[in-house]
């Protein structure tokens, strides 16, 4: 205890983030692998010592059971947003080590019609994140969109540095990809955002087995080269069962694919973006 109590100052300073790295994980349609990648993404890189937190932003609050944290009314962003209370408050503690959550429940569902009415309605979570991020608490954190480009996830993207897209590799997934691509765009021609920039395209639930999947990946590579991570996410039965056991993929099954994916993508992830 004594020697903790005489660490050097500066030995403190350095585990402490020189910035926040804020990304929200987006994709109007749903069940694409976005929660399933907000959830083991942020887990992997808080295996490997990066503090991260997670924020739930859909009301239907997978991730937070995913991550074993039970839904409890009034625990989510909801009042935050509102202006009624503070971010700092709904943190709560996961699991796996340094890595924290903000839950949601089902009054966030709320937010989207009421935002629409309110004064800066696209900046709401940019202010109220605000104090967090300047903190550098944390060096990431992540952003579960809502499975829509509704008001809760233009808070999103108006927050972040960068935006992440889980894309399923089938071809009806792809539809939707220019457009969610076009919102960057749409959203600094606004200035609602001078620093939001494409993060990178991660190929979700690919099945090597079948030639559609093989497809739509050259097809993404070809169109978006520098986008797109090198690591691919496996379709897998352990994958689509730990979320109903409240775990990560690594406390589930830490050998299976979907853990060895994760694990690289957490590696990858932390390259790209100089996270320490």
Do not use: W
């Given at each position: 205890?004594l020697?903790?109590?005489l660490?050097?100052?500066?030995n403190a300073r350095?585990r402490?983030?020189?910035?926040?790295?804020?990304?929200?994980i987006a994709?109007?349609k749903?069940?694409?692998?976005?929660?399933?990648?907000a959830?083991?993404?942020a887990?992997?890189?808080a295996?490997n010592g990066?503090k991260?937190?997670?924020?739930?932003?859909?009301a239907?609050?997978?991730a937070?059971s995913a991550?074993?944290?039970?839904?409890?009314?009034?625990r989510?962003?909801?009042q935050v947003?509102h202006g009624?209370?503070?971010?700092e408050?709904?943190?709560v503690s996961t699991?796996?080590?340094?890595?924290?959550?903000?839950p949601s429940?089902?009054d966030l569902?709320?937010?989207?019609?009421?935002?629409?009415?309110?004064d800066?309605?696209l900046s709401?979570?940019?202010?109220?994140?605000a104090?967090?991020?300047?903190?550098?608490?944390?060096?990431v954190?992540?952003?579960?969109?809502?499975?829509?480009?509704?008001?809760?996830s233009?808070n999103?993207l108006?927050t972040s540095?960068?935006l992440?897209?889980a894309?399923q590799?089938?071809?009806?997934a792809m539809?939707g990809l220019g457009?969610i691509?076009g919102?960057?765009?749409q959203l600094?021609a606004?200035?609602v955002t001078?620093?939001?920039?494409?993060?990178g395209?991660?190929l979700?639930?690919?099945d090597?087995?079948t030639n559609?999947?093989?497809q739509v990946m050259e097809?993404v590579?070809?169109h978006?080269?520098?986008?797109?991570f090198?690591?691919v996410?496996?379709?897998?039965?352990r994958?689509?069962e730990?979320?109903s056991?409240?775990k990560?993929?690594f406390?589930y099954?830490?050998?299976?694919?979907?853990a060895?994916?994760?694990?690289a993508?957490?590696k990858?992830?932390?390259?790209?973006?100089?996270?320490k």
């Amino acid at each position: 205890m004594l020697i903790t109590t005489l660490q050097p100052k500066s030995n403190a300073r350095s585990r402490t983030p020189k910035v926040t790295k804020v990304f929200s994980i987006a994709n109007q349609k749903g069940g694409v692998g976005k929660t399933t990648t907000a959830v083991n993404l942020a887990a992997g890189l808080a295996r490997n010592g990066i503090k991260t937190l997670l924020i739930d932003l859909d009301a239907q609050a997978n991730a937070t059971s995913a991550l074993g944290v039970e839904k409890i009314e009034g625990r989510s962003l909801y009042q935050v947003l509102h202006g009624e209370a503070k971010v700092e408050d709904m943190i709560v503690s996961t699991s796996t080590d340094k890595l924290d959550l903000i839950p949601s429940e089902v009054d966030l569902a709320a937010v989207e019609s009421e935002l629409s009415k309110a004064d800066n309605y696209l900046s709401r979570l940019r202010t109220a994140l605000a104090p967090l991020i300047e903190s550098k608490k944390y060096g990431v954190i992540i952003i579960d969109c809502p499975p829509a480009l509704g008001m809760l996830s233009m808070n999103a993207l108006a927050t972040s540095d960068y935006l992440l897209v889980a894309l399923q590799t089938e071809y009806l997934a792809m539809e939707g990809l220019g457009q969610i691509l076009g919102v960057v765009d749409q959203l600094k021609a606004a200035n609602v955002t001078e620093k939001l920039a494409v993060g990178g395209i991660l190929l979700t639930m690919y099945d090597s087995r079948t030639n559609l999947s093989r497809q739509v990946m050259e097809e993404v590579q070809k169109h978006f080269p520098d986008n797109v991570f090198k690591t691919v996410i496996p379709r897998t039965v352990r994958l689509s069962e730990c979320p109903s056991h409240g775990k990560t993929i690594f406390q589930y099954d830490n050998q299976s694919p979907g853990a060895v994916a994760y694990r690289a993508l957490a590696k990858e992830f932390a390259a790209r973006f100089d996270l320490k």
